[in-house]
Every structure is written in structure tokens, then in C-alpha cells.
């Protein structure tokens, strides 16, 4: 797998997709107003002492994208979340999960829990973002301190917003899937436990099948976590097919730009990125000399979205 000389590789991509907090992109298709969505929205409207009409689509993402504080957001959609809304189910799963993760990251050490200034010196001994660390604390450290057990677990909302459509949860459970597979098979070959391996989801889902559902909702973060899952799947090419997914995603509407979160994550260490004008340039600097064999493939795969021949895409049988 080659990569030009930009400091950016997947592995590195993995790991500021990691830190993601918000995807700015068009709301999924998928959200209609049923009437069990407009009781969630009521829900929602009441919690926060919100006067906007429950008639209004309540936008999780974005209000996330808003949101300096994680605990107070996911408290606000946990009564969506109760009354079965699959939107607020699937965020407050993320929410609850990456403060976890980063939590772990940045403020715990050793299984103990790290004071404000204490995760940001060692963060700053493991030259990590100081930036990154602070924005951790200010949004997630109450989950620390304070006693999160009625927000529930990440994996429980994530298999109620999958097992009920939601696309994002189903690519997120897909890769989950692929990814606890892939270090089961390591394992048994090494005779090795992981002692980092992520918890096991207990799922009898097909990845595959999760993804071709996901898939018709062409949202653009969707777009992207299938070609994330490229190397599992069976293309002939996982990198160009992966670039080809990346940069559809970009084009139709994923924040691809320099000022994304994750580009600047990605980019930290090469100051290229700061140039990038076009939501493809990042994807074009990544691909090197496979950049229009990525380029054909990604018009493929858009012309086959908009005809919605869901079977001819790259996504398995």
C-alpha cells in the first residue's frame, strides 16, 4: 500500500477519526417525522425548556456541533433516546463513547484519574495536542466525576439505534464487527489475548448486510465508514476503492476541507493541508499516482448511488 510523501497515512487517518467529535453534513434521509419521532422531539423540547414547535426536526448532529459540554448534550437527548427516537439513541451512543475512549486517552493513567492539569502535562509529556486534551476535559470530564449510570451504556444504544435502521449505527456496528473479527482471528493465531482489545459485541449481525442498508441512505459519513471497511470486503484494489469512497463522501457534502477537525488531526505534522481549497484535495494528495484510478472509481460509485444499483457497489455479495 503506497502513499505520497504528505505526513498522513491510514494509520494516522484511523487515529484522528478517533478523536472526531462532530461530521458537519446534511442530516440523514432516513429521519421522517413519525409520530414516535415527534413524541421523541416533544421530549426533547420539554427536557431542555426549548419553545420551538415539536413540529421542527430536532438535529442532533448538530446540536452536538454546538454543544461545549457533552454531559449536559447527552443528558438533554437521553429522554429522546428513552421514547425511541434512533437519532438521539445513536448519539448519545457516540457521546458516551468517545468520552470514554477519551477519557482514557487523556485523563486517566495507570487506572487512575488524572486532575485537569495533571492529563494536560501528560498529554504534553507524550506530545499530544494540548489543544485536543483541553477540549476533552472542558466537554467530557464530568462523565468522570459525576455518576453517569442513568445515561445507560454506549453498546446498548448503539444495538437499539441499529437493530432499528439508523445508518450511521449500522456502519458503526459493521466496522465494530469486522474490526472484533479481525483481532479474534489474530488471536487465535498468536495464542495471545489482546489485554486492549475493545469489549465484544455480542451480535449475530451480518457487517456486510449492515452496510448495504446503510448504504441507501447516502449519507455522506456512511459513504465514508464503508470505505473504511474496504479491506475487509472483497475489492480488487482496498486502497484505491477506499480513496474512491473517501472522496465521494467529500463531494457530496462530508467536511473534507482544511478547517475540518480531522484533516487538521491528520495533517498536524505537514503544513500542506492548510492550503487544501477543495474538498477533494486531501483524498487527490493521499491517492499519489492511483489519483485517477480513484477519481474513475468514485464516479462509478456516485452514478450507482443516484441510480440506487445498491447491488453493484463494492460492498460485498
Known sequence: MKFPALGVSIAALAAAL??????????????????????????????????????????????????????????????????????????????????????????????????????????????????????????????????????????????RATAAGQPLAQTTTALKLFNQRALQSAQRAGGVPNPDAPPTIDSQQDSRELLRAAVKSRDPEVLFSIGEAQGYLDAPDPTVSQFAWWLVACERGLDCSANAEWVKIACANDPRCASFTDPSDLVRTLSGDDWNNVEQLAHEISTKLDAGQWDELIIGP
Open 18 to 159: 478517533a478523536v472526531i467529535y462532530v461530521w458537519p453534513s446534511k442530516a440523514p434521509e432516513h429521519a421522517a417525522d413519525t409520530a414516535q419521532n415527534v413524541r421523541a422531539k416533544a421530549v426533547v423540547s420539554s427536557a431542555s425548556g426549548s419553545s420551538e414547535s415539536v413540529s421542527a426536526a430536532v438535529d442532533y448532529k448538530t446540536l452536538l456541533a454546538a454543544s461545549s459540554n457533552f454531559w449536559d448534550y447527552a443528558h438533554k437527548i437521553l429522554p429522546a433516546a428513552i421514547a425511541g427516537n434512533v437519532d438521539a439513541q445513536f448519539y448519545l451512543s457516540k457521546v458516551l463513547e468517545r468520552c470514554s475512549k477519551d477519557n482514557k486517552m487523556y485523563f486517566q493513567r495507570r487506572g487512575v484519574t488524572l486532575a485537569e492539569d495533571q492529563g494536560l502535562q501528560w498529554a504534553l509529556q507524550r506530545h499530544l495536542s494540548l489543544d485536543v486534551a483541553q477540549a476533552v476535559y472542558d466537554r467530557c470530564h464530568e462523565f468522570q466525576d459525576s455518576d453517569a449510570r442513568d445515561l445507560g451504556g454506549a453498546d446498548d444504544w448503539l444495538a
